[in-house]
């Protein structure tokens, strides 16, 4: 009984945690300068290096699954729910999110998702040091799906 209440109260933080970051970066992302362009479009350069990394993560049901759960605790929150980039912080950010799709993702490689996860671009934080390498390629088989 101990361990899972200690495992609810580590994840509540994590997700409080988690909002007083967007909450910081909304409030940096009204400085004067900063464009409305969707984040994630054809400004975000990454590294040809980067573009080449396969992912090592089987794109199977577990991986989907945990992928979803990290999307659901450190991305929805501005990406939406679906991906469409309408979350509850998504009309605050500048620039806003960009929608995760299919469609808005087919041309970029796995290695470029996960370099933009890892290392974010403002209003969105780099999660590299948050988030577990391979738990950050299950995010990517995740968004692969929406």
């Known amino acids: 009984m101990k361990m899972k209440n200690e495992r609810t109260f580590s994840k ?3 997700a409080l945690i988690t909002l007083l970051a ?4 909304v409030s940096l992302a009204g400085s004067p300068g900063r464009g409305s362009v969707a984040v994630g479009q054809s400004d975000w350069a990454v590294p040809a290096r980067a573009k080449e990394t396969k992912n090592p993560v089987p794109a199977d049901a577990a991986s989907v699954k945990k992928g979803q759960e990290l999307f659901k605790t450190n991305c929805a929150l501005c990406h939406g729910a679906t991906g469409a980039g309408d979350g509850m912080m998504a009309a605050k950010l500048k620039p806003q999110p960009a929608p995760i799709s299919k469609k808005t993702l087919g041309g970029q490689t796995d290695g470029e998702l996960f ?9 969105m934080p780099a999660f590299k040091k948050s988030i577990a390498e391979k738990d950050r390629w299950s995010l990517v088989n995740y968004v692969r799906t929406l």
């Open 22 to 25: 967007v909450t910081v970066l």
């Open 12 to 14: 509540q933080l994590k």
């Open 115 to 123: 370099w933009k996860i890892s290392e974010g671009k403002l209003p």
